[in-house]
Structures are given as structure tokens and as C-alpha cells.
């Protein structure tokens, strides 16, 4: 893992895929396709893309039963822990409605109400994610959602849907699954077919296509965000342990060759021990050879003259996660302005969060984390803005506002005032 | 203005203008020569679209102080009182950062922190927009957002800004003013060039241009929705008065020949109450050729069997602003789902709204009221979420996490967490 010196220059090395042109057409002749000929273009694209002939777009209560036989038992229990843990994380973000009241009869608030429905895509591939299925669920069913729709492409040898992923959807209450994956999932979230009835907002990650056509129909629906490839950025003095920040950089270099891995640390030693901690672990990692391109090509260890110096590198980057290891992270929080998730001591690695302690795994990547929050309760929900004047705030008011009307020149504004002033 | 029946395949008629593939050309050009040659691209544009040579791309202390001698001491008195409730009323929609905290040490959290800086859009024109620069800089000044720029083109013959602009600017806390508009000048938010140092995120309304050129830079830098004409419906029984109903159906269409004026009511005599009253009330405004055809093209009076079919029409539609004027509009309100301001009783005209009661004014539109909200202190802010686990809490779960990693075969996470436990 290479050892860089921190300049002023430094923009660390990141990979965005925003599609070809190619692409792109292709995305929307299936999006065209599906909204003419709703669940045959369905039935033809998965027949095409997945090799599956689907006899029912929607998953059966057969099927859904009998993914619970499927799973064993400890493997439930946790995925019924972590769940507890999510929902409860986030019923902390819920606010309710507010108003003001004023002696002169005015009200004055905010309505907050839940989407009717949305879609929550989940990518299918040679693994199941469970963890993706509570972390987009749960926030939608803790803000009132009242119809939350999942679709996901079926297995290409067994057309079904992975028991991990049904059990996981219905522990959440998400039990209108479809069996559709890729552009043409996306577009019959968007604009409907027979079978599956359009959604308000789509979320979830997939492959380009998916974000291609996620893009695409954004506007007529809401989306989350397009995320990038994985980061996580460690920021460590030398109380770290090097296996350990070596084992939590290559736990995200695993995920994607183009995934993101970096130490920032103002201790030369450290840097020099978890470089050679990585070189070590990667050997006896399953996923080696997807951890190594993405160390090659997207790692780094960034040494700074100062702590201060490394607290300003991170800001830079605004990775989506940091772990702050040092002797007194507790007291660095308050520095630190840009980050998705931050886990705090040598006790928190990463992982602990994207399963299991409640807060989502689902964040801002690409250095978003300046402007960008983790999914959360109020992704699904929207506000509505209260106004009640009475007779008399209008009476009080009304020519000041004509005034500021006609500044703005607009008589009809002014006169829409007036003509009640007036009576 | 027209009276129809309602049925189950209404959909109201609005206009959206996404911008021709020669506008998105000429917009990518001018982005590329703002990044390319920086301050010199400005001065160059603003010659050739305001037909201004700029001298100082800043507005001047000078000008500034200017502003507030050429402004009438009344005028300045309402800006300032409508500055004080919008603050007030943003004031109420901020919330704390928070955390949790459990017997066996951990502590999980959620950190709110303002964007850093942000860049506020003022359309240049006809007509001086002091509302629009109050509506967007005040949130952020309550967010806590700690540099916000405005940016707006200089008038064609004077060469400045215009003194409310400059004055409400002021009053509300921002001082860093260019003169410069158009694509150009969102360009220079989201890249930066010699004078003007680069965002975070870009609020505000614009042309065609500048919708364009946002949606171009738009994942660089955060924007905020791409508003589309105004709206207003109108849901009323035979108590409303038919003259005030007509005067806020044009107090919305006098904005732009594209903006949307309907009236939902049961009842068929208030139809064509209104219906009259429209066109009387036309005659006598100044911005009449503007509102007539936005009556003729996009207004529309629907009358439905009963309230509860109107209801549901309003939530079909999702209007940007809504008036409930009926004989008991507070008991209606719990039955609005979709929209994103709600102006209730016959005391509340939408203009109530736009400069001085306190909510925002920048609202979804085009039926994003479904699943988007009004500009509020929270588009201003981000979260990360904390994550602090115990050596007893890692213990106590970090099996189960390790478990939940293998079952979704990431290898390295369930190792990260291993490590640890280990020791």
C-alpha cells in the first residue's frame, strides 16, 4: 500500500461510473418498452437479461413461507436483532407536525407527512443483502410509509428470490416483493405496469444500468442518491493497532475494485505498520484479488506533519466513512465537519455499522458527505408549510404585504389583499 | 375560464421545460469556458448576455450602502419586519444534534453540521425579487451556514443590482454579492474562479439557462429542486366569495403565461361565480395579456359531486400552493396529503405567503409536493451519523456481526470485527 506525503494538491483518488452514451440509449429504450407494454416487457426483459421465464411477477406467499425453512435459526435471530436495533435508531430521527400561535389569531406551522408509497430495488448477483433490505425498509416503515413495494431480479438458475432477502423484507413489513431486476425494474416502480403499481420515490443500490435509469426517471419520482463506490477513510495516531486498521481498510477494499481505503495519520510508524499489516492479511482474504486492485489502484496512507493537519485532510475528503483510532477520539468529534458515518475508537470498527448497531448504512459517497445526509426517516416523509391568518393579522398585515406586492410588481398579489381589506 | 366535470383520468394540464438539446450544448459550453478561463469567461459573458463590462465582478462596499439611500424608509421597514417572521418561523425548524447512550457503553448518535457555504441564484429582469433573496439566505443564515453568496446579473443599462435586492441581501445577513447571471454564474458557484471561491450547494431560481447549467453541475455541488411555474388550487364550498376566489386565481396567474390557477369546488354556482369574476377582474390588471393566457391555457375550474371527490383531487394534484376556503377548512387539513403550502380560510390569500408571514415561499412543484418539501433550515444542514461501541459492547455482539457479514460473504468484515475479539 503506498505511503504519500499530504500536500496542499491532494485530491484523493476517487472512481465515479457515470455510464456511456451507449448505455444510456439503451436504459431508456427499456424504460420506453415498459411503459407501452407494462408486464409483457417485464416478462421479456427478464427472460432476456436473467434467462428466467417468470410465470408470477410477484413473489407468492408460498415462496415468502417458505424462505423462513430456508434460513437457520441463529442467522434469523440476528437478522431480528439488528432489525430492532435499525428501527429503534431511527424512530430517534422521527418530528412530529408543529404550529405557533399569536395573540392576533394567526397559525403558523409545519405538517409532516409520510410518501404514500415507494420502491425500494434491491441488486441481485452472486450475493444476498440482507442488510440492504432492513436499511431501506425500516426508515420508510418508521416514517409511516404505508406501501412499501421491493423488486429485485431472480436467482439465474432458480428464479426465485434469495431466502435472506425475503426474510429480511418481511421482518421489515415489506411484503409486496417482485421478482424484476435492472432498467426495467426502475421503470415499473416509476410509471406502473398491470401488475405493480407506481411508487413515489425509488431507493436502493444497482448496477449502471439501474442508476442510469434511476436518473432517468427522477423528477416524475423522487430517488435517493446515485451511490458511488464504498470509501472509508481511517484517521489514527499511534495508539492504533496496525492489524486493526489494516483488517477495517481491507473490509471495504473487498467490497469493489473500486472501492476506497485510506489512512490519514500524522505517525510515520503506524503508516509504515499498516502498510505492511495489509500486504499480510490480503493473503488469506476469499476475496483477494478484489481487495488488492482496489488497494492498488484507490488506497492510500497520507502522512501529515500534524493531527490538526490530518483532521483538515479529512474534511477534504468527506469520506462516507471514518473511524477516528486515537488516544482521545471522543474529543476530536467536534472537528470533524464532513463524513457520512463516523465510528469513534479502536472498539468500533466499520462493519459494526453496517449491519448491526442501528444507525444506515446507506451514505453519502464521492465527498457528498459535504452536503449530504445518511438515509433517514425524513427521506420518507415531506413537510407541508401551515398558514391560518385571521381578520384581524390580515387587517394588521395586509397593506404592509400589498406593499411588498406592488414592490415586487405584482398588482394582482396586492389586490388579492386588498380586496379583503376592503369589506 | 373554463368549468369542467371531473373524472377518473384528470390530469391537470402543466407545463415543463426541460430545454432543448441546443440549450444543454450551449449551457455545457459556457460551464467548460468558466472552468477554463475563470474570471475573464465571466466578464466575457456578461458582455455578451447583459451587454455590462464589468469592472469589479463584486459588488462594492460602495454600492451597497447605496442601496439603502435609494430605498424608501417604509419599504425598508416591511423588509425588515417580513426578515424578522421568516427567521423566526426557520428558527422553529431547527433541531439539535443527538445521541444515545446504553448501560453497556454505547453510544450511537446523530451530528447536524451546516453546509460550509452556499450560493444563492437572484433572477435578473424586469422586476427586483427582494422575497427570493430573503426565502434562500435567511434558512442558511439560520442553518448556521457560515458563507453565503449571492449572485445575480447586473441590469443592462445601469449596470447594478438592484437596490431592494441589495438591501434585503444585507438585511439578511449575506455580504458576498457578484454581478454576474446565467449559466456563467453558476458555473463560477460550483468550480469557482479568481473572485469567486466555489460552494457547496446552489439554491434559487432562474431561466432556462440557469435550470440547465445547475442540473449540469449538480452532484459536484449540491442544488436545490428545479422549480417549475407557480401554481395554486384552490379548494372552496358556496361559502367562499367568488370575487376573492377569482383574486388569488390570478394572483398566481399574473406570474408567467405558464402558470397554473384551478379551483376545485362541489359546488356549481361558485363555478360560475368565479368564472365571471375572473374575467371581470382581468380587465383592470396591469400584467392582464400575462394572466389571460394563464388562465386560458392552464386554469381551470373542476367541479366535482361532493367535498370528499375534491379532496381527493387536491391530493391527486399535489399543487405547489393550496387555499381551503370552506365553511370549516381546519377540519379539511388532516385530510390533505399533498402540498406544499396550505393557506387555510378565507383571512390567508397565497400573497400572505409569499413575502411576509414567515414560511418559505420556494415550494415543489409540478405535483413534487407528493414527496418533496418547502426550502426549509434542513436543506442548509447534514448529518453523520456516531457510532460508539464499548470493549463490552463489541464482546457482547461482535459475533453476531461477524455472522451477518459471512451471510452476505464479506470475509474482511467479519475479520475487522474478529481481530478484536481475539485479544
Request: hydrophobic share 40%.
Given at each position: ?8 494538491e ?16 439503451v436504459?431508456?429504450?427499456i ?26 411477477i ?12 430456508e ?17 429503534s435508531f431511527?424512530?430517534?430521527q422521527?418530528?412530529p407536525?408543529w ?15 409520510p ?58 413489513g ?38 442510469l435509469?434511476?436518473?432517468?426517471v ?26 486493526e ?7 471495504q ?5 473500486f472501492?476506497?481505503s ?6 510515520e510508524a503506524?503508516?509504515k ?18 481487495a ?11 502522512v501529515t506533519?500534524?493531527m490538526e ?15 477516528i ?13 464532513h463524513a457520512?458515518a463516523?465510528?469513534?475508537g479502536r472498539?468500533?470498527?466499520e462493519?459494526v455499522g453496517?449491519?448491526?448497531?442501528g ?5 453519502p459517497?464521492n ?14 416523509q ?5 398558514v ?17 406586492a406592488?414592490?415586487?410588481g405584482l398588482?394582482a ?5 386588498e ?5
Amino acid at each position: 500500500m503506498k505511503i504519500l506525503k499530504i500536500n496542499e494538491e491532494i485530491s484523493i483518488k476517487r472512481s465515479v461510473d457515470n455510464g456511456t452514451e451507449e448505455q444510456r440509449v439503451v436504459v431508456k429504450s427499456i424504460i420506453e418498452r415498459v411503459r407501452q407494454d407494462g408486464d409483457e416487457a417485464l416478462k421479456a426483459f427478464t427472460e432476456k437479461f436473467d434467462g428466467i421465464s417468470l410465470v408470477n411477477i410477484a413473489v407468492t406467499e408460498e415462496e415468502k413461507r417458505e424462505a423462513y425453512k430456508e434460513i437457520d435459526d441463529d442467522l434469523l435471530a440476528i437478522i431480528q436483532e439488528a432489525a430492532s436495533n435499525i428501527r429503534s435508531f431511527h424512530e430517534k430521527q422521527l418530528h412530529p407536525s408543529w404550529m405557533t400561535t399569536d395573540e392576533n389569531g394567526t397559525i403558523l406551522g409545519q405538517k409532516v407527512t409520510p410518501l404514500d408509497s415507494v420502491g425500494l430495488y434491491v441488486p441481485g448477483g452472486t450475493a444476498a443483502y440482507p442488510s440492504s433490505v432492513l436499511m431501506n425498509v425500516l426508515p420508510a416503515k418508521v416514517a409511516g410509509v404505508e406501501r412499501i413495494v421491493i423488486t429485485s431480479p431472480p436467482d439465474k438458475k432458480t428464479g426465485k428470490l434469495p431466502a435472506a432477502v425475503l426474510v429480511a423484507a418481511q421482518e421489515a413489513g415489506a411484503e409486496e416483493i417482485y421478482k424484476v431486476g435492472g432498467a426495467q425494474a426502475i421503470a415499473a416502480l416509476a410509471y406502473g405496469t398491470e401488475t405493480i403499481a407506481p411508487v413515489d420515490k425509488i431507493t436502493g443500490p444497482g448496477n449502471i444500468f439501474v442508476a442510469l435509469a434511476k436518473r432517468e426517471v427522477f423528477g416524475d419520482v423522487d430517488i435517493d442518491m446515485i451511490a458511488g463506490p464504498s470509501e472509508i477513510a481511517v484517521l489514527a495516531d499511534d495508539t492504533a493497532r496496525p492489524d486493526e486498521v489494516a483488517a477495517d481498510l481491507l473490509s471495504q477494499a473487498e467490497h469493489d475494485i473500486f472501492a476506497c481505503s485510506v489512512l490519514v495519520t500524522p505517525s510515520e510508524a503506524l503508516a509504515k505498520a499498516v502498510a505492511a499489516e495489509v500486504e499480510k492479511q490480503l493473503l488469506t482474504l476469499p476475496r483477494q484479488n478484489i481487495a488488492s486492485q482496489s488497494i492498488e489502484n484507490f488506497g492510500a496512507i497520507y502522512v501529515t506533519d500534524t493531527m490538526e493537519e490530518a483532521i483538515d485532510t479529512i474534511n477534504r475528503l468527506a469520506p462516507e466513512h471514518l473511524e477516528i483510532v486515537t488516544d482521545n477520539p471522543m474529543e476530536l468529534l467536534g472537528k470533524i465537519r464532513h463524513a457520512g458515518a463516523i465510528f469513534i475508537g479502536r472498539n468500533s470498527p466499520e462493519p459494526v455499522g453496517d449491519y448491526f448497531a442501528g444507525p444506515n448504512h446507506v451514505l453519502p459517497t464521492n465527498g457528498t458527505a459535504r452536503f449530504s445526509s445518511p438515509l433517514n426517516v425524513e427521506d420518507f416523509q415531506k413537510k407541508s408549510s401551515i398558514v391560518f391568518y385571521s381578520e384581524k393579522a390580515l387587517k394588521e398585515n395586509g397593506e404592509k404585504i400589498a406593499a411588498f406586492a406592488r414592490l415586487e410588481g405584482l398588482e394582482a398579489h396586492a389586490r388579492a389583499i386588498e380586496i379583503r381589506l376592503r369589506k
